[in-house]
């Protein structure tokens, strides 16, 4: 969908409250989860995000029906599944719908998904999903651009995970929940995205065990039930308004938080100089009067800090005097930011996945978002410049952020996008 550019203006203190939507990536899994009760489940902290449309476009063509009962409410119910296949059209639209294949695998015991689209930095393999479904028992081909996994048992057995994988985690979940034997999951993925499904998924009757940790206990069950559940807040979000923050050297207070979930983007924004005050489910970040300090970072899996803040954090560093060292190993094409920071006037080296970050103050210019996160480090960028940024792109920032002009001006700033209408649209 192509939309109009946001129009930002900045160079001035901003200030006041927001409240973080609920987490888009642990949204979208939990969705994906209902897939598996033949019983309605309700959802509460669902943002109304493009991507949470798109998944609700995917889960009804395999059999969903939703019923939106609250501004961030929903009722998703699948008495079966009508469809097993999903088609290219759909899944290139997201990657977070690859983990569809999981779903669908495990309660209908065969699934045939496109190979997933998402945030185009670079590769994004999912070798490790492939190798845990058939280490655990199932069938998966790939061709024409599609991946068809079928089981004739439950899944059971061990998977050792390469690398630790979210999406991965996820998929090999998601399958093994149904059935009558024992999955154990090694070096899995510790995610606040996938403590929240497999909280989910417990809260409907599933066994699983090690939440949190890296080995995870899967005893498969017959059937899952309905139930009400609320999905966790978006640290990556509050990471973002918390180097907004920082960036126009503010005070925000940020509400609907999990601060133990923000530990790393707070101890870095610590290390540079920003007072956090935090109560566990809200938090003060205070930048006024602040001379900030050049840090260098580098991205890990959780609790490390997240690769979908890295964008926003070096656009935050380009405006901080002295030499910031920004290194992304997890995503080591993440990079799309760089050029349009450049046209801000920012001074960034780029060698493999090293940025070398010379701070100094930026200048407005139009630019363009080419994947989410970038959009993001766009507007904060822009917001510490005085003149006018026009940031086109838009339909990246509508992925992630829900109302976000809105919730800019609700801060202070001059931010105008026609906007999108989404709920509207897509109910
Ligand atoms: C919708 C969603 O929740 N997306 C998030 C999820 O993506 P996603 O789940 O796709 O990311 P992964 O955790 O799987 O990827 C982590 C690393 O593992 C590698 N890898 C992954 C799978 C695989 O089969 N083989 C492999 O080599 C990736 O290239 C990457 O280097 O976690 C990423 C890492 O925190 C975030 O940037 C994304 O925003
Ligand atoms: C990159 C992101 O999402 P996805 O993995 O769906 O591209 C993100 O949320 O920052």
Redesign the pocket.
Known sequence: MQLTPLHIQGGRELGGEIAIQHSK?AA?PIIVASLLSSEPVTLHGIPRLSDVYTILEIVHHIGARHTWTGPNSLTLHTPEILNTETPYALVSKM??SFIVLGAVLGRAKEATVSMPGGCAWGP??????VKAFRALGAEVSEENGNFAAQRSGSLSGKFIFE??????THNAILASVLGDSVVTLENA?I?T?VVDLIEFLNSLGAKIEGAGTNTLTITGVSALHGGEYTVIPDRIEAATFMILAAATRSRFKLTNVRTDHLTAVTAKLQEMGVDILEDGSSMIVDARNREMKPVNVTTQ?YPGF???VQPQMSALLATVTGTSVVQDP??PDRLTHVAELHRMGANITVSGYTQVIQGAPLHSAPVKAADLRAGAALFIAGLTTEGETVIDGVQYLNRGYERLSERLRGLGATAFQPEPALAAAMD
């Open positions: 990536n979208l990657r977070a994004r393999p999912v070798d490790q999903h690398l630790l994988t979210v999406g991965g993925s995610d995205d899996s997240p690769t979908d997890v995503y």
